[in-house]
């Protein structure tokens, strides 16, 4: 996904990259006044904040 198609996301203090064990690539959100899942690509949000290490987040493995 380019940085574009995930928006505010891609560098917030509140996301963990998930990627599942087929591949796909899911951006959740841990801000707890937000969807977990929210539609891409986010231009605006109450809940973001810069992450001091910047982009991107390493993926957490989801399991079936």
């Known amino acids: 996904m380019s940085a574009a ?34 539609p891409l690509p986010v231009l605006r949000c109450g809940a973001y904040e810069p992450a001091p290490d910047g982009p991107p987040k390493p993926p957490e493995a989801s399991r079936p």
């Open 5 to 38: 198609s995930i928006g505010l996301c891609r560098s917030c203090l509140h996301v963990r990259r998930v990627v599942s064990v087929r591949g796909s690539e899911f951006f959740r959100c841990l801000a707890p006044q937000t969807p977990k899942y929210p």
